[in-house]
């Protein structure tokens, strides 16, 4: 009975309090001082610094360790360098933050700008969007996409395949072109946008940059090569986030100031550079990784694509296309002199140029172009790509006869979504991503 009575009491609470609301002509409970709805301009800057820790966080780890830039040398991370440890709960967090912390985000950001005609957020978030699907995909595979993110409507989302989950890139990256040359709408980007400042044809040369990327692993050398040279012009224009200070410090900094020692710069990439006399880069770069490195700073330069990487694709699309011709050679030199600047040693980058066992003229090979760009974007996740799509430079397994080609899911995936391949049946060391097959 005392159940009964207090069911009636609620039942009658919850009569009046609705009557009551409905006298006053409005939703009593809402807050004007605390919006439910987050305006598009308050959620960029979140996103955006989301990206770049995901990035420049375990795409950057996992991605340079496989790539033998860097090795574990220190509890877990041995493990992880002998690929034995690279089981599925070791990719939950970067599963995890791709999804909630940017895909579901952005898909939010995405509404309210169609809804509100924002057209240059509606590009921004397209050009997003995109890179994070493609840094994805490419380590993943074929994953939940076009059912992703639907919450209890879907629990279980299917799985697209990498195909159409690039060509959805490449629509994102089309549509976001046309969205950035267009009017703005109501209201525009500025101070909120993080990597650009609001300036959308930066925006529009980083969605050219990025489908260079793409086709480039699709094996569309032309369409790259005309993407590549419609997008950056410089360094100055590359797609990236400058964090402030030790307070809030890139992503490396943060690691090595509460795993100090677990990670060390890798024997395989020394000894490539020490055969090129590569020394000044070496020198910033072979430090032990404590929070004193001299590149690994607190206010480190988290870059998503660069003007390098997109002078180092012409050069490769080119030389692949007719040869060692002025465009290839002037490309790869632009890329090596770009990656010397950003190592912070810009005056050693001419000598190192003029060795013969650098730059010939009219001799440049696709090996050499994929070696120095390897050396030149140190730490970025693409390396990983470029390694499985090339196989230069040549590696040895840490263990075993195969270094693996891809990630494997989360555990997470495994355990709650019905559509999932079962973890039997993920293989990170046979089942190769679509472009790599």
């Known amino acids: 009975m005392k159940l009964i009575n207090n069911f009636l009491m609620v039942l009658l609470a919850v009569f009046v309090f609705s009557s009551c609301e ?8 809402e807050d004007p001082n605390n919006p439910t709805a987050v305006p598009i301009g308050a959620q960029m800057a979140a996103i955006q610094i989301a990206l770049a820790d995901n990035y420049g966080g375990d795409f950057s780890r996992f991605n340079s360790m496989l790539t033998q830039q860097v090795e574990g ?3 877990q991370w041995v493990a992880f360098n002998q690929y034995t440890g690279l089981t599925p709960n070791r990719f939950d967090d970067a599963w995890r933050n791709t999804y ?3 895909l579901n985000e952005l898909a939010i950001a995405k509404t309210s700008a169609i809804e509100l005609e924002l057209f240059h957020y509606q590009g921004i978030v397209n050009v997003m969007e995109a890179h994070v699907l493609m840094s994805s995909t490419d380590v993943w595979d074929n994953m939940p996409y076009t ?31 046309t969205l950035l040359n267009g009017p703005s709408g109501t209201v525009f980007p500025g101070s909120d946008d993080l990597f650009y400042g609001g300036d959308v044809s930066l925006w529009a040369k980083a969605a050219k940059a990025i489908k260079a990327r793409g086709l480039m692993k699709d094996g ?39 795993r100090e020692g ?21 020198a910033q770069y072979d430090q032990t990784f404590v929070v004193a490195h001299p590149y690994l700073v607190p206010d480190f330069l988290q870059e998503l694509v660069t003007y390098r990487e997109m002078q180092f694709i012409i050069a490769e699309c080119e030389q692949r296309l007719t040869g060692s011709t002025t465009v290839a050679e002037n490309a790869y030199v632009a890329g090596i002199t770009a990656s010397f600047a950003r190592a912070g040693v810009p005056d050693a980058a001419a000598d190192y140029i003029a060795q013969a066992d650098v730059l010939t003229s009219g001799s440049l090979t696709l090996e050499q172009v994929m070696t120095q760009k390897y050396l030149g974007m140190f730490l970025q996740p693409e390396v990983y790509s470029d390694w499985r ?11 075993g006869t195969t270094i693996p080609v891809r990630w494997d899911y989360s555990s997470t995936e495994y355990l709650f ?7 039997t049946e993920t293989s990170i060391f046979n089942d190769k991503v679509g472009w790599n097959r």
């Open 22 to 29: 409905n006298f006053v002509g409005g939703d009593i409970n």
């Open 73 to 75: 040398v220190e509890r």
């Open 100 to 102: 909630e912390n940017i």
């Open 147 to 177: 059912q992703a993110l639907q919450g209890i409507d879907e629990p279980s989302p299917a799985y697209d395949s990498q195909a159409d989950i690039y060509a959805s890139v490449y629509r994102l990256l089309d549509e976001a072109v």
């Open 220 to 258: 569309d050398y032309a369409g790259a090569m005309s993407n590549a040279m419609a997008s950056f012009e410089s360094a100055a224009d590359n797609m990236a986030y400058q964090y402030p200070d030790a307070s809030a410090a890139g992503p490396w900094y943060r690691f090595n100031d509460g």
């Open 262 to 282: 677990d990670i060390e710069f890798h024997p395989t990439i020394r000894g490539i550079m020490q055969g090129l006399n590569d020394t000044m880069r070496l």
């Open 389 to 399: 799509r090339t196989g230069i430079p040549s590696l040895d397994p840490v263990s």
């Open 417 to 423: 979504n019905s559509n999932s391949p079962s973890e």
